[in-house]
């Protein structure tokens, strides 16, 4: 059982700058969905977050 696995690193955004990161998922063209996100700035301290 081969498993690849790759490293994910976050870049934070420039001082005094904020990111969003964000990602959401749907059970079919017209089913169920859903989708969450975090703000983060310039340290990673987290600022705002929604799902």
């Known amino acids: 059982n081969n498993i690849d696995r790759s490293l994910i690193h976050w870049h934070p955004p420039n001082l005094n700058w904020y990111k969003l990161n964000f990602d959401g998922a749907s059970k079919?063209?017209?089913?169920i969905a859903a989708g969450g996100g975090v703000i983060r700035d310039h340290k990673g301290s987290l600022v705002a977050a929604y799902a």
Not at 28 to 31: F, P, R, Y
Request: proline fraction near 0%; glycine fraction near 50%; charge should be neutral.
């Open 28 to 31: 079919g063209n017209l089913g």
